[in-house]
């Protein structure tokens, strides 16, 4: 796999696909074709490039069948912002709840989170070498610049006592030869010194055999107090805004009048280590400069995935009423953050100009023409994800790199179990799978999960205690642990 997305062609986005997605080639080519054409739209004139606007999806297609995890690997792979956002949720103008700018200001949100971890990556190694020696600092302090000053000044205060008790008593005796200040006291000075210059050599060697101690994690577990930020509770507060509801972090709008309090508390010297290097690398890392990528990235990479969108679509004429009124405003809601806007957020205004969007719905009891002409014009291309079949679930079971028999295998090795499944025992639960999706509710991959858990149950349960560490599953023993379901015609009764 190529280190940059701009390195990956259309057939290379969909092989990187295949390794998570089964099937759905078509949806795959399109958000394929999708992702290049950011790249392509990059390279143009800055008076073209505006012009360009994403060309958004609507994916149609029953639950269970990858419509979510195809937009999710594809935002991964580009290294972009995404969300996935629930059109029923929304609600329209003038009703309290989510308001669609809300989805704009979760992404900001996400980009924010992206682009502050990648710079506190870069500024870890730096990170880690203060909080090695604020360690050291604790261990073994250098003596400040006022414990210094301190000491000379009791040191000079000590000179000139003692010169002016020898004056005094040698002119009580009739000596007028006593030492005078001047020859007396850049000797006394000097000793000082030399002997403070050797304490702090000391001190210093000390210091660096501690440093590398510390840092080569030879003291890990050794216990040390050290001061951390209390936490007071959620930071974050909801408030209504002319926007919509908002979050204000109240320690940054309050930190003068409610400043950060401190306590401290045991921990090794790992932990230290680790709680250091965070308030380093945060200290580090310019907080505009991550709020101008942030909104860079969300402008011109972002990814929104807005799911069960047939749920707002009007089935009735919105002329009589009912909740096809509040549906169609919703959609009106939602057009012009598609068709280009600008959101306020609290890092920023954000254009939502070149996001791009990608729609999903089952359309079972709505179609794609239920929705109002203008939202479909901005949802212009259109793919229809298939059902899965028998064949596909064997797939699914063991091709994409996070197969569920790899899960479960993973899962039980954890406690020195060694499970295995044949193949025929791979064919019986993706034969199972269909048999339920057929004859009670279709909900597609998601069925394997309930039966894997329906057939590995016992096995998971005495795990820790049993004495045989090698277990074959083979299809007799899938038959017998499903068995009751096979008898039962209703079989939404015991895998829901």
Do not use: C
Request: net charge negative; aromatic share 4%.
């Amino acid at each position: 796999m190529p280190d940059i997305v701009e390195d990956l062609t259309p057939a290379q986005i969909v092989e990187e696909l295949d390794r998570y997605i089964v099937g759905q080639q078509k949806a795959k080519r399109a958000v394929a074709i999708a992702l290049r054409n950011r790249y392509r739209r990059r390279l143009l004139p800055p008076e073209l490039r505006d012009e360009v606007i994403p060309k958004n999806i609507l994916m149609i297609g029953p639950t269970g069948v990858g419509k979510t995890e195809i937009a999710r690997r594809l935002a991964t792979l580009a290294r972009a912002p995404f969300i996935k956002v629930e059109a029923t949720k929304f609600t329209e103008v003038g009703y309290v709840g989510r308001d669609v700018d809300s989805m704009i200001r979760d992404l900001v949100q996400v980009a924010m989170r992206m682009v502050e971890a990648e710079k506190m990556a870069e500024v870890q190694e730096k990170a880690m070498e203060r909080a090695v020696e604020r360690i050291v600092d604790i261990l073994q302090p250098l003596p400040s610049a006022k414990r210094r000053a301190t000491k000379q000044a009791e040191d000079i205060a000590a000179d000139v006592r003692r010169m002016f008790s020898e004056w005094f008593s040698g002119a009580q005796t009739g000596a007028r030869s006593a030492p005078s200040p001047s020859t007396a006291s850049p000797e006394t000075s000097s000793e000082t010194s030399s002997e403070e210059e050797r304490d702090l050599k000391r001190i210093e060697r000390i210091r660096e055999v501690l440093r590398q101690q510390v840092a080569s994690g030879a003291r890990d577990n050794e216990m040390i107090t050290i001061e951390v930020e209390e936490s007071q509770g959620p930071p974050f507060m909801q408030i209504f805004s002319p926007q919509g509801m908002e979050e204000i972090d109240l320690q940054s709008a309050l930190g003068k009048i409610m400043p950060r309090r401190h306590k401290q508390r045991q921990v090794t010297i790992a932990e230290a280590k680790q709680i250091f290097a965070q308030e380093e690398a945060q200290a580090l890392v310019d907080r505009e400069a991550v709020v101008r990528e942030a909104i860079e990235r969300t402008e011109q990479s972002g990814i929104i995935f807005v799911d069960e969108i047939d749920k707002i679509a009007s089935t009735g004429r919105a002329s009589q009423g009912g909740p096809d009124v509040s549906r169609e405003g919703v959609q009106r809601d939602i057009l012009p953050i598609i068709e280009g806007s600008t959101v306020n957020t609290k890092y920023g205004p954000v254009r939502t100009d070149h996001i791009l969007f990608i729609a999903a719905g089952a359309f079972h009891v709505a179609r794609p023409s239920d929705l109002i002409p203008e939202l479909q014009g901005r949802l212009p291309i259109r793919v229809e994800l298939e059902s899965l079949n028998e064949e596909d679930y064997k797939r699914i079971l063991t091709e994409p790199r996070n197969a569920l028999v790899r899960q479960y295998k993973a899962l039980m090795a954890t406690e020195g179990i060694t499970v295995e499944f044949t193949d025929d025992a791979i064919a019986e639960i993706a034969k199972m799978a269909a048999e339920v999706n057929r004859r009670s509710e279709n909900i597609g991959a998601r069925r394997l999960h309930t039966i894997m858990e329906r057939v590995l149950e016992d096995i998971s349960f005495r795990a820790p205690d049993l004495p045989e560490k090698q277990i074959t599953i083979d299809a007799a023993y899938v038959r017998e642990r499903l068995m009751d379901i096979v008898q039962n015609e209703d079989l939404s009764r015991y895998i829901l």
